[in-house]
C-alpha cells in the first residue's frame, strides 16, 4: 500500500466502510452489532502497519468477517434465551433509486432479506462467512479461503454445504416490488378497517405469521400458521388503538414494508412476502431495540444505514 498519513488511511476505510458493514450486517443479522464490529475493525485498521497491505479490501474485509463470527458465536447463545423468535433488525435499503441494474437489484435485494438472513441463522458460523462472501459479494474461493485461514477445497466444500441448506428452504416469493406494495397498502387498510373477509382473502392458506417483541413489546410468541389464524389475530391487533399513529410505506431489507410510526417513534414494522398474489409469511416487529434502523427515510431521521 506504500506509505500511508493517518488520514489517507482513514479516507481508506472510509471507501470501504459500506462492503464491512454490508458483510457484517449479513453476517449478524443487526445493524448495531455490525456497526460494533465495524467500529472494532476500524480500531484494528488504525493500528495496523499500512505499509505491509497491499491490498487495503482484502485485509478489510478479512478483519471484519472474522470479528463477526466470533461475536456471532456469541450471540447465538443469546438467541437460544431469547423471548419468542428471534429475527433480524430490519433496516431502510434504497436499493430501487441507487441500484440502477434490475439484475443487481433483485441479487442485492435477495440477499438482505428478512427471509434470507433468518435462513442464514440455520447455518454455522463458518458456513454463513463463506455463503455471504461467495453469494453476496462474489469473493472467489482463494480469497476467501485467505479470509477464514481456511484451505480452499474445504471452503469450497462449505460452500457447497451452505448453498444447498439455502437452497432446499429457499421461500419461493415472485411478487414485483410494485405488487407487493399495492399488497401492503390494502393490508394495512384491511387491518385497520377490520376487515377481515379482506385480510383472509390476501392469505395463502398455509401462511405464517412470525413476530418478534423481544419480550419487551406485544409480540406472539409462537409461530402462528394458517390463514384463519393469522387473519384472526391480525383483525385484533388492526382494531387495538395506536397513540398519535403515522404509517407509511418503506423499502426495508429490499422490499416494500410497512412503518408504524407512535409519537413519533417507530412501534411496528411489517414486511409481507407474496407469491401468486397472495401473502406467504407476515413479518411483525415490535422490539424497540430493532426498529432504530427503519427510521432513517422518516424526515426527521438520520442518514439511512447502507447495507
Known amino acids: 500500500m506504500g506509505a500511508v498519513t493517518d488520514d489517507i488511511a482513514a479516507d481508506v476505510f472510509e471507501e470501504h466502510r459500506q462492503i464491512l458493514t454490508g458483510v457484517a450486517y449479513r453476517m449478524l443479522g443487526r445493524f448495531a452489532d455490525a456497526e460494533d464490529v465495524v467500529q472494532e475493525a476500524w480500531l484494528r485498521w488504525a493500528d495496523a502497519d499500512h505499509d505491509d497491505v497491499r491490498d487495503p479490501r482484502g485485509y478489510l474485509v478479512t478483519i471484519t468477517t472474522r470479528l463477526a463470527i466470533d461475536r456471532l458465536r456469541h450471540v447465538q447463545s443469546r438467541r437460544e434465551t431469547y423471548t419468542g423468535p428471534w429475527l433480524p433488525e430490519p433496516v431502510a435499503t434504497d436499493f430501487e433509486h441507487t441500484v440502477p ?49 481456511r484451505a480452499e477445497p474445504a471452503v469450497r466444500q462449505l460452500a457447497g454445504r451452505a448453498r444447498r441448506h439455502v437452497e432446499e428452504r429457499r421461500p419461493r416469493y415472485d411478487a414485483d416490488p410494485a405488487e407487493t406494495a399495492q399488497l401492503t397498502e390494502r393490508f394495512l387498510a384491511a387491518a385497520v378497517g377490520g376487515d377481515l373477509g379482506g385480510l383472509l382473502a390476501m392469505l395463502a392458506p398455509d401462511v405464517r405469521l412470525i413476530g418478534d417483541g423481544g419480550g419487551v ?51 411496528t414494522v411489517l414486511v409481507l412476502e407474496v407469491t401468486d398474489g397472495l401473502v406467504t409469511t407476515v413479518y411483525i416487529l415490535t422490539n424497540p431495540e430493532k426498529l432504530g434502523g427503519v427510521m432513517s427515510q422518516h424526515p426527521d431521521a438520520d442518514p439511512s444505514p447502507k447495507v
Open 101 to 149: 441494474d434490475a439484475a443487481e437489484r433483485v441479487a442485492l435485494s435477495e440477499s438482505v432479506s428478512l427471509a434470507m438472513l433468518v435462513l442464514l441463522e440455520s447455518l454455522s458460523p463458518l458456513e454463513r462467512a463463506v455463503f455471504v462472501l461467495r453469494e453476496a459479494f462474489g469473493f472467489p474461493y482463494a480469497d476467501i479461503a485467505a479470509t477464514l485461514d
Open 217 to 267: 413489546q406485544k409480540a406472539p410468541l409462537r409461530v402462528i400458521e394458517t390463514a384463519d389464524k393469522v387473519g384472526r389475530f391480525l383483525h385484533g391487533i388492526g382494531r387495538q388503538s395506536v397513540p398519535e399513529p403515522g404509517f407509511a410505506l418503506r423499502e426495508i431489507n429490499g422490499a416494500p414494508g410497512l412503518l408504524v410510526i407512535s409519537q413519533g417513534r417507530p412501534h
